[in-house]
């Protein structure tokens, strides 16, 4: 089974260290670095595409903070979550942490068990929006082979009429609209009326 990897970021060595202990003990592969320049460099520069499953990032960093290196995240898209940490008393790190999108913010000194729970649900809910992100993507090529009048009754498959019910609707003969909707589940590989509709969803959720 492959570990999950989180990056950390904080520049006390110190810090870097046991951290690294601890999320090494429960099995996490993990990559420090010790100012969010050398993240950027080494992660999203050097290698786009390495995958992180969890970015942990110390908010009170000189020359980038912890939130300035989160927007620049923002800004190339990346799609992995982030997990910020504060001071005591930080509650404007905190809020525009969570603005830009932050999984979650910790306040030091924080607990271990408590840091453990935030990554991974943290890396439960990246990784869960991926799946959906791909499923999204799949739906939505499989859709772009359908011509003009098989998207037409797609929508109308889809909002439930039947088949009689949509031949009226266009003006069209039952027969015709049966031979579409064999073409649509030909074409969506779908084995059945309910997964094509699924498909159809997944398709519009990946376009919104």
Avoid: W
Wanted: charge should be negative; hydrophobic fraction near 40%.
């Amino acid at each position: 089974m492959t570990r999950s990897t989180v990056c950390l970021v904080d520049d006390d060595e110190a810090v870097l260290g046991s951290l690294t202990a601890l999320l090494e003990t429960v099995g996490y592969n993990v990559r420090s670095y010790l100012s969010a320049q050398e993240f950027l460099r080494r992660e999203i520069t050097e290698a786009a595409s390495s995958r992180i499953d969890c970015l942990i990032t110390d908010f009170r960093m000189p020359e980038m903070t912890g939130v300035e290196l989160q927007q620049r995240l923002s800004d190339a898209g990346a799609d992995f979550p982030v997990i910020v940490v504060t001071a005591f008393g930080e509650v404007r790190a905190a809020v525009a942490a969570l603005k830009l999108g932050a999984h979650d913010f910790i306040e030091k000194p924080f607990e271990e068990e408590g840091l453990i729970r935030a990554v991974e649900g943290a890396i439960g809910r990246a990784q869960a929006l991926r799946t959906r992100s791909s499923a999204c993507r799949q739906a939505r090529d499989r859709f772009a082979t359908l011509s003009p009048r098989e998207t037409e009754i797609l929508g109308h498959v889809a909002s439930g009429a039947p088949s009689r019910t949509i031949a009226l609707r266009l003006g069209i003969s039952p027969r015709t609209v049966e031979i579409h909707r064999t073409n649509l589940m030909r074409k969506s590989g779908a084995k059945s009326i309910a997964e094509l509709v699924g498909l159809a969803h997944e398709a519009a959720f990946h376009d919104e």
